[in-house]
């Protein structure tokens, strides 16, 4: 009896490598990938800007379909760098309530699924968020290096932020993603699709807390990776912190002090 349990142990350990292992490569090779595109893309500038004009730079080229693949690649990894470490809390936890179920391997393609259905989510957002920069850039609102050139555009956005920060469906979203326990026991479904529909579920509840800190990117620069890591680190707060709704919230002083001053030009 001892040696079964010991196995069974040994195998619980190892699920709960393989599922931590999994979540830290993916997201490490989502920031390898942002780093290297964004080093390329400064190396680019660089090029333009010591070959031509200002007015060069800022010239506005028709997109390809290869070009809007790229963008949606890059809206798509971005949003897995950016996302999945503060949905780990609750795939480690639904990883933990399978392998006590099932007792063994089950428990992997289950929680895959899961993360499966978190991801389909981000994947769709990324579609639109490429869906929205192709228009922002058309309307001369985002330039080539993909950063807001209207003052009043980027102010408005800061503004919308920090006011959705505050309406109850950014708290009734919030909720779910602060609490796994909360959410895996009035979400729970059985089977593989099951954890499809929950994984889809979840993200369908962090794209609610998330969106428009995501829109805060084509202010602060869609490939600026300090304002990137910044939104990264504030959503895992916000997320797993127990002091992170008041940061949450706090942060709506900073939020509209800075789109006011972008709207009158401070």
């Not at 349990?5 to 942002?34: F, H, N, P, Q, S």
């Amino acid at each position: 009896m001892m040696t079964f349990d010991r196995a069974v142990e040994g195998v619980l350990k190892r699920d709960r490598l393989v599922v931590v292992g999994g979540l830290i490569v993916v997201t490490g090779l989502a920031w390898i990938y942002l780093i290297l595109m964004s080093l390329q893309m400064d190396m680019d500038g660089v090029m333009v800007g010591a070959t031509g004009s200002m007015s060069d730079m800022m010239k506005l080229e028709r997109w390809t379909s290869f070009d809007a693949l790229l963008m949606f690649i890059m809206w798509a990894v971005m949003m897995v760098g950016m996302m999945v470490p503060s949905a780990t809390p609750m795939i480690l936890l639904y990883a933990l309530i399978l392998r006590k179920q099932t007792k063994g391997d089950e428990a992997l393609v289950p929680t895959s699924t899961f993360f499966a259905g978190y991801l389909t989510v981000w994947t769709s957002f990324s579609v639109g968020a490429t869906a929205l920069q192709w228009v922002l850039e058309q309307l001369a609102l985002l330039s080539p290096m993909m950063v807001s050139t209207s003052p009043l555009l980027g102010g408005l956005v800061l503004i919308l932020a920090a006011i959705y920060q505050w309406t109850p469906y950014k708290d009734a979203c919030l909720k779910y993603c602060r609490s796994p326990v909360w959410f895996l026991s009035t979400h729970w479904r059985d089977g593989t699709w099951g954890a499809y529909l929950m994984g889809l579920e979840h993200g369908m509840y962090c794209l609610g807390c998330c969106w428009v800190l995501m829109a805060i990117l084509f202010v602060g620069g869609v490939m600026n990776l300090l304002c990137v890591a910044a939104i990264t680190i504030f959503v895992l707060v916000e997320k797993v912190a127990p002091f992170g709704r008041g940061i949450s919230r706090a942060a709506t002083v900073i939020l509209l002090l800075s789109g006011g001053a972008m709207i009158i030009g401070v």
